[in-house]
């Protein structure tokens, strides 16, 4: 939690609901499951929802119970291992490839498990008394949770959408078409404020509020749909290098990617799983599941560009965004003056600074009050199962 | 099927009782399992039990209700994709190492078509009246379903074996020591006769009764124990590359092997997983779990060999077996005389017949009227997750 | 070529001297070789100096002589696909893995082939009489092979440097201690110029001159040495996974990398493979041949931080560089308004733009007329074969 | 070299006779190469020309001269580690898929090793007397030598066979029409008897003379030709997963296999590389650059089988055989009482006893001294660069 301790802008009551309600939502995401939908792992970035159940549990017991409240009494002492994710710090884990070959515990102790954390949790800070530290670790966790929540989804929707039954999940989590006109808003050139300032909670990688010059550019009020996307596949735009990174042109020659994912071609139709099955290709909706490596071949296609992020922030109150994550050109990199903090809290976003690439704005998967324009989201450029999409800018 | 249509010794009331112990065996090895425990396919050798249960059924649906049963309904399309294993002559199916990810359709549902096959196919056969091809089938599907109830309790144990929690399963299928007195058979050379003949069942591969010339040779009582394994490791066995194959040396090197499969040092001492669970490795038992690579070393440590498979069986009504497969000097090649049966059937064992070795006997996971002395089950020379175990030989 | 065509500021004589300068000293950095040293390519990332030597001349021919010059008769039409790198837009190519396999055409058929165009390219020019396109190309193809002879050299010292042998070169290319005093450069904050401009010849990817808003920061005026560097590894820093960037843990564990290449521990003292042959490692001299990762991993150890390539370019005129490219924290991403050109020479700069890292300076394996500040050099984060150091600074 | 020590039946002169020729014909097939040509590995089972030239000379100081030479001095203590190719007991070596690294030593100073060592194999015996060890070891060697001669054609074809520009070699090692009509041979059941007797040379693999019982069968009197073979694939012998093993058939989906070795369809016609360049296939030679799973495909096609290599040995008298080593159906295994020898030369065939088939006769590469019935030749069953055709069987 590499941050400057800030005053706690939050009462326990309001942190204590926001802590229920957010263990409700994850809960309540993975109801539509069987049991057996928890348990696999098809490619070693989607882990078994299990995980996600049991990981954003440990992380309580493991940064705040068991620093904090001296009567509390370990679930399980294997839990640690096998539930820890990439915190190096805090000890040995499964391997992240390994994740769908744990059967147990079962689901049900699971269950029991989160239960048992939630309980200690609300009686650690139920006498209305907590440092400064402990809210902070808690409302820290709370985020954590609610970025497995949106993991989950995604990982809930490749678990499915591999099925060869092609199964339902229900009505949640679903794009609609954009309202919006399209249209282009442009900004003059100029010194920008760019990065997180005030008292909320903010991750690390998005403080240090500094400054960047920015030449004139526009910026698409609306995203790119379906529509155009297949136009694009349709003029051949998978099969052009040119429009295309060298790295992204290997990639989608070697794993044959020619849509993006869930994109079917039954009979000669595009086809894509939703939530709802396998449907016809709505042409209205934004286009979603494309990789870094689509988006940036796309605007190539276009005769334009994706935006920067500080572009994307600067301009982020005219145009309205959160369907969607947003492929920006920038590279994840840290913010002047970024410091890891000491311990596994520091793990939690410097050590990803190479090789990855930011997105920007929200999707129908984040949590309610998970979202804000300076907020920087991360993945590598090949992914696909991610709720991604593609917003064009120009330089003026 | 490829052997030749024989008397049929067997009337439909025996086979019928012999087909309704079969299906409820099944459902039992699995009944010390939780739901989750159906799903992972940990290695690609290793099938999940909820496909066991679903193809051993499948196996009745495709080549006996289907072809012969004019009014059966099948239960769902589907599932011939999903639950055909190597039957490409019987339409497309899920590739192996994917089965893990198939958590549809749930196990309630896998027992829900096992109990319509099973009724379906007592149907077929209640008025009494069958032709003789129906009941070579119905034989070759309890034998099929025997075989997989084998590889079931293999699948079982390297799925709960490789749970970091060691979880026990129960007092199934464990091994004993052997009681006979150590010593060696004595066989003198000459002309024996090869292979099955007879009126009972036998697959294709043991036909084609035949006649091979043995030099003389001895062969052990008991099998190779725990206590001499553990000498072989503590004399450097696994070390010393002269004593190995060269595949076996770099398999080894490579895969980092130091003992049979479920061994684990703990503190100094060998425990090996067992059904009730990590335990200390009890000296007097046979060893388990080595590859062909393992048992080929472990015979050139002792100056010995292992038994080709003819050997094995003209000496086999000499000592007792059936613990533990064995393995034994020979590749699995055809007999004299061998062809393939034409169609799906006819996949079952010919196209195996390269880069695999003879194993001889029957284990503890065998169904009881699964085993004969004739019977030749084969493996690739890696595998250690099978009931195998090592029975010496020597020329003389 | 993606420029703004520019007054050519270059006469034809004075080109044509650079140009035979250029050739010569192609051949003049193979000389010690052997000629089965022109042959392997070890990894995929070498190529053998056989394929710089016809790759060079190819690209003359390519996009000079077959274009420009109604007379020239192609010296054999295999050599495209043989001696194209990873031009796509120039038709079919040898695949970059498969380099070393290709022991045709030899070594001296490559010589008369550099011969034959580097005398078509004089005979076109020698009647003073060229457009501004054929000077800007020709201008380009020396700076392309000014950029193969700096790879020519990494190559030489890796397939040398592997040999069980160690054999030496000679002389040339070898780095000195430096000189000047430690210290500081102190840079306030404020709005920079970046970028490229004037006549004289830049690539595509440093042109588009711009503004860059900087914080206040300081930076090193010396590089950081292998005294130093022993001391990061002496301290266990390749062994705190809290130094390092998460992928770039996993490549150093993955590929065991303990030391910078070319380090071998010989008795418990560090040697290095030098163009001499193995060496004890000089203290004074600046540490070469380190990745990004471990660039980072060291800055990190020290509680410093590379600096971005905005910094090194605003402040490189108050130190001195030139020994060994210096690793900065820039991933390699386009200026504002970077556009590629059309046709096989807009695949030159803007295709790698993901997934690179930026190095910024020169190395003693550069060409004497090829490096200016604002020069932009960018490699893969895990990259050590290449000759870069490190050099640190400090947010102010 | 694992046989009973035997009457030594060749004197030292004619020993060193054939001493001398063998040395002479290794350098010989080297002959039409260009250096260059020397030095690649373009797959883990081609090694480079070099290294066979230096490995074969290696063989002789290891252990020839080191052991019985007492004046001997070691060319180069280097050599050793560089030139060893599987000898665990001779020490470290170079990695099998690293040779092709190694661009030192150059050619010419494997050449002075080569006559360095053959001046001391020289002058060890040229008193006229020496140990029958040291005769058996010499014949071992040039037996050895003789084999990596057949490599080095392999090899040697492989390489040039996969240059862009299909170089020429020569005229030698192709193959004939065969004059022989069409026919079969039938042999009677009864015991037969296999394997080596005599006081000549031969290989360990082959002794352990021994009795095998047959069943009658017939053998074909000439061997499959490309005629036939492209019936087999006009067929659609390459799209029936039928007619192959499962192993096979994975194996020819995975690596897209549709011919054998070094076809290519050309304008819709098949040509294939010869030695003389790239050529239309003729359609009277023996099929050859078959696999054995092309081999047993072939024959399941026609209805036919391949023989075993008992039946091979026992017919052998009545065909004609060796432009191409046959394919037999039998796995390479040990005879009864194969023992291996203690130390190095043990390791000369026994540790190669498992997944590998027996072929059996000898091709247009097989050094003139170097055939007998009883020869058993063995390659893993996907080896297509190998000089392989096929003979059918029948059972009678």
């Known amino acids: 939690m590499a941050r400057e301790l800030k005053q706690q802008s939050l009462t326990i009551p309001i942190l204590l609901g ?99 954390v939630t309980d200690a949790v609300l009686a650690l800070l139920e006498n209305g008394d907590a440092s400064k530290e402990i809210l902070e670790i808690l409302e820290l966790g709370i985020n954590h949770e609610q970025q497995h929540q949106e993991l989950l989804v995604y990982d809930i929707k490749y678990i499915l959408g591999n099925q060869p039954t092609f199964p339902k999940y229900g009505d949640d989590f679903t794009t609609k078409a954009e309202t919006k006109e399209a249209g282009w808003v442009e900004v003059t050139e100029g010194i920008k404020q760019i990065g997180f300032s005030g008292d909320e909670f903010s991750y690390d990688n998005e403080l240090g509020r500094h400054r ?9 009020k609306i995203l790119v749909t379906n529509q155009e996307y297949m136009e694009f596949i349709a003029s051949g735009g998978y099969k052009d290098f040119n429009l295309w990174h060298s790295d992204g042109w290997d990639y989608i020659s070697k794993n044959e990617i020619k849509a993006p994912l869930y994109w079917h071609k039954v009979k000669g139709e595009w086809q894509n799983y939703t939530f709802n099955g396998l449907q016809a290709i709505n042409p209205d909706l934004p286009v979603q599941h494309v990789s870094f490596y689509e988006a940036f071949a796309f605007a190539e296609w276009k005769g334009m560009r994706l935006p920067t992020e500080f572009e994307w922030e600067v301009a982020a109150d005219q145009f309205s965004w959160g369907q969607l994550w947003e492929w920006t050109a920038s590279a994840y990199l840290p913010y002047p003056g970024f410091k890891k903090a000491p311990g596994a809290l520091g793990e939690y976003n410097g050590k990803f600074m190479v090789n990855q690439q930011v997105l920007r704005g929200a999707s129908v998967a984040t949590a309610k009050d998970h979202s804000r324009k300076t907020y920087r989201n991360f993945f590598a450029p090949p992914s696909q199962w991610i709720f991604s999409g593609i917003r064009l800018a120009q330089s003026l």
């Open 18 to 116: 926001r802590f229920k309600t957010c263990r409700m939502q994850t809960e309540k995401i993975c109801a539509p499951l069987q049991v057996e939908d928890y348990v696999p792992q098809p490619i070693a970035e989607v882990s078994p929802p299990k995980w996600h159940l049991a990981h954003s549990t440990w992380f309580f017991e493991q940064f705040l119970l068991i620093p904090f409240s001296g009567s509390y009494a370990v679930y399980d002492e294997d839990f640690a291992f096998l539930f820890n994710s990439y915190y190096n710090n805090a000890g040995d884990r499964v391997l992240r490839p390994n994740r769908g070959l744990m059967s147990r515990p079962p689901v049900s102790e699971v269950m029991a498990y989160r239960k048992y």
């Open 212 to 220: 960047v010059f920015l030449e004139p550019y526009s910026i698409s």
